[in-house]
């Protein structure tokens, strides 16, 4: 049973994760878009893209070595 939590509890994650940036980039890029135009809106995307890019390539990192010693421990 607690491998169905566990399983729960990464996906529950997951899903909060992803939604909260969904709702960072589009209510945050429509607030920018509405006060200060589309060039600034533009910008804001970008400045975020640019600001989560280390996080999203540190956990592609930890995703490869999980999957790396999972596959060797299998022995």
Not at 55 to 71: C, P, S, T, Y
């Amino acid at each position: 049973m607690s491998s169905d939590l566990d399983k729960y509890n990464k996906t529950t994650t997951r899903r909060l994760i992803l939604g909260g940036l969904l709702i960072l980039y589009i209510v945050g890029g429509i607030l920018i878009y509405i006060f200060y135009g589309s060039g600034a809106a533009l910008t804001g995307f970008l400045c975020l893209t640019l600001g989560l890019s280390p996080i999203l390539l540190i956990l592609i990192f930890f995703w490869v070595l999980e999957w790396i010693v999972k596959r060797a421990n299998k022995d």
